[in-house]
């Protein structure tokens, strides 16, 4: 059975920049760590434009956001600023997680300090974090080791310029 995500009026909003997307936020949908690393397959309608599958998308710190093509705004008439209603299932669990360096990067952004340190570490150093994370077996394990990570590195003297994982 599909659990119902949200059904409520949002308004569209845009990223700013040249061809930035236009998107419904779900800012109070706290999903959980692992909206970090992932997207959430959903189902639904924005306004009378039927949704079959969607994918929300993070926006850190546990928000996702849905967005919002440009044929289904000429669909149904708006733009960023007006109000849609916005009613979405999820069709599934959250997909496994992946990493990449930027996933991680806005993880370390959230802990004082420990963005800082990973930036001030060897290329390789960094290479080695992030594959660290990335090799741990189920997406619990993923959510401890960047937890970890982020402790770790935010405790680093100043000047360290070389900190490994565990192995």
């Given at each position: 059975?599909?659990?119902?995500?949200?059904n409520?009026d949002v308004?569209?909003?845009?990223f700013?920049?040249k061809g930035?997307?236009t998107?419904?936020?779900v800012p109070?949908?706290?999903s959980?760590?692992?909206t970090?690393?992932?997207?959430?397959r959903?189902s639904?309608?924005?306004d009378?434009?039927?949704?079959?599958e969607?994918q929300?998308?993070?926006?850190?710190?546990?928000?996702?956001?849905l967005?919002?093509?440009a044929?289904?705004?000429?669909q149904?008439?708006?733009?960023?600023?007006?109000?849609v209603?916005?009613?979405?299932?999820?069709?599934?669990?959250?997909?496994?997680?992946?990493?990449?360096?930027?996933?991680?990067?806005?993880?370390?952004?959230?802990?004082p300090?420990?963005?800082?340190?990973y930036?001030?570490l060897t290329?390789a150093?960094?290479?080695?974090w992030?594959?660290?994370?990335?090799a741990?077996?189920t997406?619990?394990?993923?959510?401890?080791r960047?937890?970890?990570?982020?402790?770790?590195?935010?405790?680093l003297?100043?000047?360290a310029?070389?900190?490994l994982?565990?192995?």
């Amino acid at each position: 059975m599909p659990i119902e995500i949200i059904n409520a009026d949002v308004t569209l909003e845009r990223f700013a920049g040249k061809g930035g997307w236009t998107y419904a936020p779900v800012p109070w949908f706290e999903s959980g760590p692992k909206t970090y690393f992932n997207t959430l397959r959903v189902s639904g309608r924005i306004d009378a434009f039927e949704l079959p599958e969607a994918q929300m998308m993070s926006m850190g710190k546990g928000r996702l956001f849905l967005p919002v093509k440009a044929a289904i705004r000429q669909q149904i008439g708006k733009q960023a600023g007006d109000s849609v209603r916005l009613v979405l299932f999820r069709t599934e669990e959250a997909a496994p997680l992946t990493v990449s360096e930027t996933d991680f990067r806005e993880c370390l952004a959230e802990v004082p300090g420990a963005l800082a340190a990973y930036e001030r570490l060897t290329a390789a150093h960094q290479q080695a974090w992030v594959a660290w994370v990335a090799a741990a077996p189920t997406d619990d394990q993923k959510v401890t080791r960047a937890d970890a990570a982020c402790t770790r590195l935010a405790h680093l003297p100043p000047n360290a310029k070389s900190c490994l994982p565990p192995t």
